[in-house]
T-cell receptor
Framework: NAGVTQTPKFQVLKTGQSMTLQCAQD?????MSWYRQDPGMGLRLIHY???????DQGEVPNGYNVSRSTTEDFPLRLLSAAPSQTSVYFC????????????FGPGTRLTVT | DAKTTQPPSMDCAEGRAANLPCNHS???????VYWYRQIHSQGPQYIIH???NNETNEMASLIITEDRKSSTLILPHATLRDTAVYYC????????????FGKGTRLSVIA
């Protein structure tokens, strides 16, 4: 199993540009989520999904959109990038929302200038 | 907000036991204690979890006080590769409750 994969690893955007961060898992996990981590801070939840077609907001959802059309993929869209969205983004998955172990991807480092 | 309090940093000599404390005085009866760690800039990694009994796995031991208001993660023989940020998280077991990360404890293992 590849586990949780994220692309790209690094990205630089200009203010106002849009892009999609990709996240995929091959473990048939129902639960997937997106976090952001700012320097010196813990991870903060952006959005999560408990299965295909079901998504919900986390702690910091503003400026981000998600959809879950398949079990495997959970893309995160930035509609109009802002410098405040400069961060490292982590995707995670688990068998279900109550699973004790979540598996995290390697992260995408995003810089918005 | 995170429901736990951890020291911001700790040092440990290589080969010695690392004891990482965590306070969770407002923990509810249906909430478990989870520990994750984040090595350098990698994604967090699950270590162990428990409800009220002490737990041990190949990575660590988790000691939870009888009143469940605090716990200690023990790495029995710390190595340089255990240098990381360790997060103590309190989370309800049922439902789709997300993991809420605080700032954690930065453990430095020193040769």
């Amino acid at each position: 199993n590849a586990g949780v994969t994220q692309t790209p690893k690094f990205q630089v955007l200009k203010t106002g540009q849009s892009m999609t961060l990709q996240c995929a898992q091959d473990m048939n996990h129902e639960y997937m989520s997106w976090y952001r981590q700012d320097p010196g801070m813990g991870l903060r939840l952006i959005h999560y999904s408990v299965g295909a077609g079901i998504t919900d907001q986390g702690e910091v959802p503003n400026g981000y959109n998600v959809s879950r059309s398949t079990t495997e993929d959970f893309p995160l869209r930035l509609l109009s990038a802002a410098p405040s969205q400069t961060s490292v983004y982590f995707c995670a998955s688990s068998l279900s929302g109550s699973s004790y172990e979540q598996y995290f991807g390697p992260g995408t480092r995003l810089t918005v200038t | 907000d995170a429901k736990t309090t951890q020291p911001p940093s700790m040092d440990c000599a290589e080969g010695r036991a690392a004891n990482l404390p965590c306070n969770h005085s407002t923990i509810s009866g249906n909430e478990y204690v989870y520990w994750y760690r984040q090595i350098h800039s990698q994604g967090p990694q699950y270590i162990i979890h428990g409800l009220k009994n002490n737990e041990t796995n190949e990575m660590a031991s988790l000691i939870i006080t009888e009143d469940r208001k605090s716990s200690t993660l023990i790495l029995p023989h710390a190595t340089l590769r255990d240098t990381a940020v360790y997060y103590c998280i309190v989370r309800a077991y049922s439902g789709n409750t997300p993991l809420v990360f605080g700032k954690g404890t930065r453990l430095s293992v020193i040769a």
